[in-house]
């Protein structure tokens, strides 16, 4: 009867436990990651598809460019953990993910029309005193500014070939090098 009773009190512990942790987490949902103090994080895409959400992108882009400042740019077309990555934390401050999204230092800050009002006014380049400059902007000659290049192993087909020595046979297994697009992180510049 006594262990009964112990592991019932380990149990409530546990789920107090949880409870505190959850409440936690969502008392405080603008998460501060302490290798983005200082950075920026631009969600994007290249898909042409629908070309407002291109164009926007674009001029997000261009506009940290302008000011010369450094910036990571995660573009969820070429890599789909980027996509899961921006779902979850949009989730965190209770946003929905509309591309381009921008953060700075961690915070979520904002899209298109947010950057380009504090463009316009003068806002952003004070914000952006304290984040890295770029002295010489330059494209990396590898990947050309993409930062992803087709799979060394399978060449962008994102399939290898496994010889069975004791048939003589091939078959065609799916790369574990690569992305779902068959591609892979520039060693250059990411």
């Known amino acids: 009867v006594g262990k009964k009773v112990n592991k ?20 405080f949902p ?23 959400t291109f164009e926007r992108c674009e001029l997000v882009r261009k506009i940290f460019q302008n000011h010369r400042v450094k910036f990571v740019e995660k573009n969820i077309a070429l890599d ?18 509309s591309l381009p999204v921008v953060f700075i230092d961690g915070h979520y800050f904002g899209g298109a029309e ?12 004070d914000l952006l005193t304290k984040i890295e400059r770029v002295q010489h902007p330059q494209t990396c000659q590898t990947c050309g500014g993409f930062a ?31 992305n779902e697009n068959g591609l892979q992180p520039c060693a250059s510049c990411s």
């Open 148 to 178: 992803f290049i087709p799979c060394s192993m399978c060449h962008g087909s994102k399939m290898s070939v496994f010889r069975n020595c004791f048939t003589d046979s091939f078959k065609a297994l799916k790369c574990t090098s690569c």
């Open 114 to 125: 947010k950057i380009l009002g504090m463009n316009e006014s003068g806002e952003l380049q």
């Open 80 to 97: 789909s953990e980027y996509g899961k990555e921006l779902e979850e934390r949009c989730r965190r401050v209770g946003e929905a993910p």
């Open 30 to 52: 603008q998460v501060h990651l302490p290798l983005e103090f200082g950075r920026i994080v631009i969600y994007t895409t290249s898909f042409r598809v629908v070309r407002t």
């Open 8 to 27: 019932s009190k380990e149990q409530s512990f546990s789920f107090t436990h949880d409870a505190t942790f959850s409440r936690f987490i969502f008392d």
